[in-house]
């Protein structure tokens, strides 16, 4: 049982020292500490599915806004910037703080119909959000080996 | 009518946002509130039960809602400002021109800071503007919005012949003023949803302070 407990304390502390790291390095802001206090014994998956729901989001938007950009001749910058701005307000809303400035310059390449800015803007949220989403995988894959070996999932507080 | 639930409130969250109305929902549930969301204007009209008045064929209106509108209270809407086709203004609008909803209080959200946008929305009768996201810490200005349509329901009771109940429900009534929840800076007589606290929305955004109830004075605010 002792050699339990120390496993479950091995697991919370890669856990949080994982989450802890997410922040530092940017990816995550505040809102994810906001989004993670909604989360309770009943309802455990609650952060799991606001952020399957935000990456289909992001895989619906990119896809058409690069549609939109395609030919250089008729770009309906219009269209372009209604994704970006639903794809700032849901990374918002998520706390996917780099996704989010990205969406940033993003609306200032749209506003001036600058398209291979766009072009630039758009790759790069594309990466972003699926680094978010790797990250975020390897995140929730910790907090399932500490549910499995019978552990509590740590509060983290980042200042 | 069963009031099993008088002590919960219902309230009506409107966003396009799948994402935002999922928070939303969320964030409105760990404050004990009962949630419905819909993902437009219209329908959020539809529920309540009131008609557009071009009302078109909508192929993705649900075909359950409830005719009759009186058997759903709700005591608070909280929508998106920006949305398409009806906006949170829009709708903020046609429930403040209705008899039967315009008590019902309206907080308007949006992801952008635009001192016009939201003093326009505070003209027209919005008891709040919150900046999204939204956080757990925003929906405590909520409660005492819900609060005074509940007493304003409490009150409009038929009074019965019976002293006895009289006086409890009047009991009632004053009960809820000694709860400390509602702000002593706001009053608690039976008059239209407009609360300094608002001011609170527009403090994060600007410093303009406005006291004066909208319909005695029009401050122009930039």
Same mark, same amino acid.
């Given at each position: ?9 091995q697991l919370?502390r890669?856990f949080?020292?994982?989450l ?7 990816f ?12 309770d ?10 952020v ?12 058409s806004?690069s549609?939109?950009l ?7 910058f219009?269209q ?6 639903q794809l700032?307000?849901s ?9 989010k400035?990205?969406c940033?310059?993003?609306k ?19 990466y ?26 740590p509060q983290?507080?980042?200042? | ?6 002590s919960?409130?219902?309230v ?5 946002s799948l994402v935002d109305?999922?928070m939303?929902?969320?964030l409105?549930?760990?404050s004990?509130?009962?949630?419905t ?7 959020a009209?539809?529920?309540l ?11 993705n209106?649900p075909?359950?809602l409830?005719?009759t509108?009186?058997? !759903? %209270? $709700?005591?608070?809407i909280?929508? #998106?400002?920006?949305?398409?086709? *009806?906006?949170?203004?829009?709708l903020? @609008? ?10 019902i ?9 635009v ?16 900046l999204?996201?939204?956080k757990?810490?925003?929906l405590?200005k909520?409660?005492?919005?819900m609060m005074?349509t ?6 409009e009771?038929?009074s ?10 009047i009991?009632?009534?004053?009960e809820p003023?000694? !709860? %400390? $929840?509602?702000?002593?800076?706001? #009053?608690v007589?039976q008059?239209? *949803?407009?609360?300094n606290s608002?001011? @609170?929305a ?6 303009t302070?406005r006291?004066?109830?909208?319909y005695?004075?029009?401050t122009?605010l930039?």
């Amino acid at each position: 049982l002792h050699a339990m407990n120390t496993v479950v304390a091995q697991l919370q502390r890669r856990f949080q020292d994982y989450l802890v790291s997410l922040y530092q390095q940017g990816f995550l802001d505040n809102q994810f500490t906001e989004l993670r206090k909604l989360q309770d014994e009943g309802t455990p998956d609650f952060v799991a599915e606001v952020v399957s729901l935000f990456f289909d989001d992001c895989s619906k938007l990119i896809n058409s806004m690069s549609r939109s950009l395609e030919r250089p001749e008729n770009v309906d910058f219009k269209q372009v910037d209604s994704g970006v701005h639903q794809l700032k307000g849901s990374s918002s809303s998520v706390g996917a703080r780099r996704v989010k400035n990205v969406c940033i310059s993003f609306k200032e390449c749209c506003d001036v119909q600058n398209r291979e800015g766009c072009l630039r803007c758009l790759q790069q949220v594309d990466y972003e959000y699926k680094m978010l989403k790797t990250k975020l995988q390897d995140l929730f894959n910790l907090e399932q080996q500490i549910v499995q070996a019978g552990g509590a999932i740590p509060q983290v507080n980042i200042n | 009518m069963g009031m099993a639930t008088e002590s919960q409130f219902h309230v009506l969250a409107v966003d396009d946002s799948l994402v935002d109305r999922k928070m939303i929902e969320r964030l409105l549930q760990k404050s004990s509130c009962q949630v419905t969301t819909v993902d437009s204007g219209s329908k959020a009209l539809e529920f309540l039960g009131l008609r557009e008045s071009n009302e078109s064929n909508d192929p993705n209106a649900p075909s359950s809602l409830p005719v009759t509108h009186q058997e !759903i %209270e $709700i005591n608070l809407i909280i929508t #998106d400002y920006c949305m398409p086709g *009806m906006t949170g203004y829009d709708l903020l @609008k046609r429930v403040k021109e209705s008899a039967a909803f315009r008590s019902i209080p309206v907080v308007i959200m949006s992801s952008e800071n635009v001192p016009a946008r939201i003093s326009r929305c505070l003209e027209e009768g919005a008891e709040e503007f919150f900046l999204k996201p939204v956080k757990l810490a925003d929906l405590t200005k909520l409660k005492p919005h819900m609060m005074k349509t509940k007493l304003k329901k409490q009150s409009e009771k038929p009074s019965k012949e019976d002293n006895a109940v009289l006086k409890h429900e009047i009991r009632k009534e004053e009960e809820p003023s000694a !709860i %400390e $929840i509602l702000p002593l800076h706001q #009053d608690v007589e039976q008059e239209p *949803m407009l609360s300094n606290s608002k001011r @609170k929305a527009m403090e994060e955004v600007i410093s303009t302070d406005r006291s004066r109830p909208k319909y005695n004075d029009i401050t122009t605010l930039v």
